[in-house]
């Protein structure tokens, strides 16, 4: 008898329908093999059919000696993971007529087993509850563990089970297990909380903390330079608190490729918090952009819609640098192979923090640097200029004084406070992008916008051009100047860049100063 069920593969971050077909009939010879599975399965799913043979005969139910052959549609499509044990399983106890299958044209089925029958959680279950929603599916059946993840996804029955028996006797009608139904908008309010830490907690520091809203603003990069122990990666680490808070379409995307990466905790639904990712310098090139035989999304993806801390870039392998510049331009990265191309959304801040100097007390106020001549600017160009040119703010971090840390607590500005206007400049820049939906803010113009957006007077231009003359800076910085005085002026609520706004914009130009180093 032939039936068929229905599952999902992932491709990127979405899933396209992998239907199940599977023929019971036909006597085998004694020590003949009598299970055959076709479709470009890998070996996660070949070895599938001893647990499923276990798991089924511990539900009081067999597999019955008879030619068994199972096809994975289409084809000409590799399947990978352990999610299909659950959909081959029901599909071989409806061929061999050990249950009804008249609702199985109805569900899409996810899921590994155990081997007691039980499942396990699955990765991907959102795409995949999307697709089955777009495919015109009446529900999904998958592990109890991704219910509310895929719950998401309205006008579609999720039924969270937790045995293969439950799904029998689920599709069977023998028990009746209520969907769950899940709106978007309230559980991703209930599931928005508040960071652990907040930019009330800084001493002084107000120079960076002012170029970090700024960079918040306009979504700039940003390196920041300083000594260790100036507080670098403790000022990064807040950067997400001063973000625009999430909208709907944000969470969901975000939500997709942690769920494709399996980076979900169990029962988590929407995430609701901009993500921070800080990678150690050692990792490799695959693993920041994504990729392996089975291609996953890496570090810049997970990041999308957040922060992608790098904590002493020159540490970090120049090669593994280098995969940073498209995906930087075009924030996506495309992973190639021979039989297939996956897209990653990867629209992400870089925030990087080095020190100036290999024993780090390059220009400190009080230490000396100990480094021979040219030391220092070998160390800077362990950064290729490219990618260099692709960050906006230069940040230099100075260490803050005794008598601050030790003065008595002074009232800061909280980062709700300073969220509330990083939010309206943005909201300014959504009004001034609205023909170009691929532009969000000011750091995604391209050059040809520039000159129309970032207008300059007289007093302006003269200003800028006396900059690069004085401070010796490069031509590349012209453009990042603009950019970033525009955000300074979106943050004032002012039409035009005035003289201030310039002037704020250049002083976070140091790298470009060909005196910096030496």
């Known amino acids: 008898m032939l039936v068929r069920t229905f599952a999902g593969a992932l491709k990127g971050v979405h899933a396209q329908t992998i239907t199940i077909e599977v023929n019971a009939g036909g006597l085998v010879p004694p020590n003949a093999n009598y299970y055959s599975l076709v479709g470009l399965p ?149 599931q928005e909380k508040p960071y652990a830490v907040d930019f009330m907690d800084v001493r002084g520091q107000a120079n960076i903390k002012r170029a970090l809203e700024i960079a918040a603003a306009g979504g700039h990069n940003v390196i920041l330079i300083g000594p260790p122990g100036a507080g670098k990666t403790m000022l990064a680490r807040r950067l997400p608190t001063i973000l625009p808070p999430f909208n709907l379409e944000e969470a969901l995307e975000t939500t997709k490729i942690h769920s494709v990466a399996g980076k979900l905790r169990e029962g988590k639904g929407l995430i609701a918090l901009r993500p921070f990712r800080s990678p150690h310098h050692t990792i490799s090139d695959a693993a920041l952009v994504g990729g392996g035989s089975n291609p996953q999304p890496g570090e810049i993806s997970l990041a999308h819609n957040g922060v992608l801390f790098l904590d002493e870039l020159p540490e970090f392998q120049r090669s593994v640098l280098e995969v940073l510049r498209q995906p930087m331009e075009e924030r996506r990265v495309t992973i190639s192979r021979a039989r297939l191309s996956i897209d990653y959304p990867a629209s992400f801040m870089l925030v990087a923090s080095m020190n100036p100097c290999p024993c780090g007390f390059y220009n400190h ?50 980062s709700s406070l300073i969220r509330q206007r990083v939010s309206r400049a943005r909201a300014i820049q959504e009004q001034r992008f609205t023909d170009y939906p691929d532009l969000h803010c000011n750091a995604q113009m391209p050059s040809r916008m520039l000159r129309e957006i970032c207008r300059l007077d007289g007093a302006g231009k003269g200003l800028i051009k006396t900059a690069m003359e004085k401070l010796q800076l490069s031509a590349r910085s012209y453009d990042r100047i603009l950019k970033v005085a525009r955000t300074s002026a979106d943050l004032a609520d002012s039409t035009e860049i005035s003289m201030e706004h310039l002037a704020e914009a250049i002083q976070f130009r140091s790298l470009d100063r060909e005196t910096w180093a030496g």
């Open 42 to 190: 890998d070996n996660a799913i070949r070895e599938g059919f001893s647990r499923m043979e276990a798991a089924i005969s511990n539900i009081g139910l067999r597999v019955p000696r008879l030619k068994l052959v199972v096809n994975l549609a289409p084809a000409n499509i590799r399947k990978e993971g352990s999610a299909y044990d659950l959909p081959i399983a029901i599909g071989l106890l409806a061929s061999t007529q050990q249950m009804n299958g008249e609702r199985l044209g109805d569900y899409f089925m996810m899921g590994e087993l155990a081997l007691d029958g039980a499942l396990r959680p699955i990765r991907g279950a959102l795409p995949i509850a999307i697709q089955a929603k777009k495919e015109g599916f009446k529900g999904v059946l998958l592990p109890q563990q991704n219910a509310q993840e895929a719950a998401i996804v309205e006008n579609l029955e999720i039924i969270g089970i937790q045995t293969l028996r439950q799904a029998v006797d689920f599709l069977e009608g023998k028990a009746v297990i209520p969907p769950l139904r899940i709106s978007p908008e309230e559980h991703f309010n209930i």
């Open 365 to 414: 106020p009080e230490k000396d640097c100990v480094c021979g001549a040219g030391v220092v600017q070998r160390y800077l160009n362990k950064i290729s200029g490219p990618l260099l040119d692709r960050i906006d703010l230069h940040v230099e971090v100075t260490p803050v004084n005794f008598e601050e840390l030790a003065a008595a607590p002074v009232a800061a500005e909280s």
